[in-house]
């Protein structure tokens, strides 16, 4: 068995009355693609929000390799090497494209607000502009680096989403439908991406785009009004009855 | 070039030009200049440091603070209270001092409001404001509402600050080393952070900023900026009171930086003076009829604020930039 670099156990999250996610537990394992999946408001963004400490669980615990994080800040949660993109794009239009990735590498400088180190140019910290060098090009934007990320294209503001969340070297990637609007070439290109990430990254993937999750996906969970409802290799999913009556019949 | 409207931060050539000519005037000033502008002038520069400290809170970081009087006011009481009533006291003492006091204050202050966030920022600082101030205001021990006097600048030493030229330089490199440092840090590492937390907190905080270790230290930071500045107000005028920590005075400096355009400290210079200047115009309005004008000082400078706002959203220097890149003249840009 691959390594479990994030393990999710009984989470549930609540608001008032309504379970927006109920009793989950999920793994992530390097080198495998884990795909969620459900109908709108399964809760699988919140499932995502719960991982990436966006919003603290009602119970449950979630660890993140040794360390349990289950109700860490999300800065506390990137530190220790989860990374997360966002189903709606969450980034500083107001920046270049390059600035918004290299303040993602700079993250990972210790006591960033050190007077010591007040007087340094950001621009010229190698080490940080080397990583988000490597994000940029990763993600395809090299070419792009001087755009206004906000008057950027949408599909290219969908790559910045995964450059920036590179730029901080995580070891386990949440990615919140990465291929949301984005145009066919521009999906294969994501495909091609998230499959070079997948040998050194457990990546969980929320996505609605059927054809690339069976594309991708290694392992697949399928989520209805906030519980797991199968859990599987794509192939035994694919043939579940619950499953194909919940989900996939409206599809295939 | 569609881009959203944002702060002019990398100031293009011709208005470091702009800037360099400024400064080329206040240094020659003083040779013809009479004392009184000399005095005014000396005024206008420390209330500049003042609006820049501000505004690496409100321009950068965007916490507007409606208390930042507060670290000006008691780095001034500072220096009363170190100053013995028959002799001065050392620059290089009561000056360490006096930016401790502010700083440590910032800090303690700084770690109880920046958790707050919007309009519960703004009430909280002010909150906090107010404290010090009745603090102040109803201890007789600490001057109480009549304030206490100064009766000797510091002794430099080297050079006599009690030559009201020898002050004007005094405050004019401190301008200038202030504006040096803060567009220094603008461009460090902790610069650009707080520039992201102003654009999308929460995307720092996914990233792996922790932004309350940032906004604390840019509060420090800017109650120490703002210190230095009332310890200079407390030195060329010879007193204090509670008025320097009050309400009136943290919204003037806002008044400032937003005059001025915020985020890149020149704005904020330039906002202190046409600040001060236009009260000055506005107060020596004559009286037509049985109406003074110039008792409604403040009616005028509201209006004045409000066009300003309307018409250069950007602030002075922005309106500035617009009509020197206008087709023909090509943007620098700094790194």
């Known amino acids: 068995m691959a390594d479990v670099l994030l393990s999710a156990r009984g989470l549930t999250k609540t608001f008032g009355g309504l379970a927006a996610v109920n009793g989950v537990s999920i793994d992530l394992w390097r080198d495998r693609i884990h795909a969620v999946i459900g109908p709108n408001g399964a809760g699988k ?6 991982l990436s400490g966006d919003l603290p669980p009602t119970a449950g615990t979630i ?64 080490a940080v502009n080397e990583r988000a060098e490597a994000a940029l090009e990763l993600a395809g934007l090299a070419g792009r680096r001087h755009a206004v990320a906000g008057a950027a294209s949408h599909g290219e503001q969908r790559q910045l989403e995964i450059a920036m969340t590179l730029a901080t070297d995580p070891r ?37 785009d059927i054809d690339a999750i069976f594309a991708l996906a290694d392992h697949l969970t399928v989520m209805v009004n906030g519980a797991v409802i199968a859990s599987g290799e794509p192939a035994a999913i694919r043939a579940d009855a619950a499953v194909q009556a919940a989900y996939l019949g409206e599809n295939a | 070039m569609s881009a959203p409207a944002t702060h002019l931060e990398a100031l293009p050539r011709s208005l470091q030009a702009l800037l360099a000519l400024g400064l080329i005037a206040l240094a020659l000033f003083p040779l013809v200049g009479s004392d009184f502008h000399q005095q005014m002038v000396t005024r206008m520069m420390i209330l500049a440091i003042f609006a820049m400290s501000l505004d690496l809170l409100q321009g950068v970081t965007g916490l ?9 006011g008691i780095a001034g009481y500072a220096l009363a209270f170190l100053t013995p009533a028959d002799a001065p006291a050392s620059l290089w003492w009561t000056l360490p001092a006096a930016l401790l006091a502010s700083g440590a204050a910032a800090l303690v202050i700084g770690f109880l409001v920046v ?11 002010m909150a906090f404001a107010q404290m010090v101030f009745y603090l102040f205001f109803d201890n007789r021990a600490l001057g109480g509402s009549d304030g206490l006097y100064i009766n000797f600048r510091p002794d430099a030493g080297l050079f006599d600050l009690e ?54 230290a840019a509060f420090t930071l800017a109650g120490t900026l703002a210190g230095l500045a ?29 005059l001025g355009g915020m985020g890149n400290f020149a704005g904020a210079i330039v906002g202190a003076f046409a600040f001060e200047f236009m009260l000055e115009l506005f107060k020596d309005l004559p009286a037509f009829g049985g109406f003074d004008a110039g008792k409604h000082w403040q009616l005028w400078m509201g209006l004045f604020i409000v066009a300003v706002i309307c018409f250069a959203p950007r602030g002075l220097l922005g309106l500035l930039q617009r009509l020197a890149s206008r087709p023909g003249l090509r943007e620098g840009r700094d790194g």
């Open chain 2, 163 to 216: 030559d009201k030229r020898v002050f004007y330089y005094f405050t004019l490199a401190c301008l200038a080393g202030v504006y040096a440092f803060l567009r220094r840090v603008l461009w460090s590492p902790f610069g650009r952070a707080l520039a992201g937390i102003r654009v999308n907190e929460h995307r720092m905080r996914a990233i792996g900023f922790g932004s309350f270790g940032h906004k604390l």
């Open chain 1, 172 to 208: 386990v990637l949440l990615l919140d439908e990465p291929l949301a609007g984005m145009g066919a070439a521009e999906a294969e290109r994501m495909v091609a991406l998230l499959l070079r990430l997948k040998p050194r990254h457990a990546m969980m993937l929320v996505e609605h």
């Open chain 1, 45 to 50: 963004s919140t499932l995502a929000n719960l």
């Open chain 2, 230 to 258: 009332g310890y200079l107000w407390g030195a060329q005028t010879g007193f204090v009171n509670p008025e320097l920590m009050g309400f009136h005075m943290s919204a003037h400096a806002i008044m400032m930086v937003i």
């Open chain 2, 64 to 72: 507007v603070s409606l208390g930042h009087a507060a670290f000006f």
């Open chain 2, 115 to 125: 958790r707050t966030k919007g309009i519960y920022f703004i009430m909280a600082t």
């Open chain 1, 63 to 126: 660890t993140l390799g040794t360390h349990d994080i289950t109700r860490a800040s999300p800065e506390q949660i990137s530190r220790r090497g989860l990374g997360r993109s966002y189903q709606k794009t969450n980034i500083f239009p107001s920046f270049t494209v390059w600035e918004n990735v290299r303040l993602a590498a700079q993250s990972r400088a210790t006591l960033p607000w050190n007077p010591l180190r007040w007087l340094r140019r950001a621009a010229r910290d190698a």
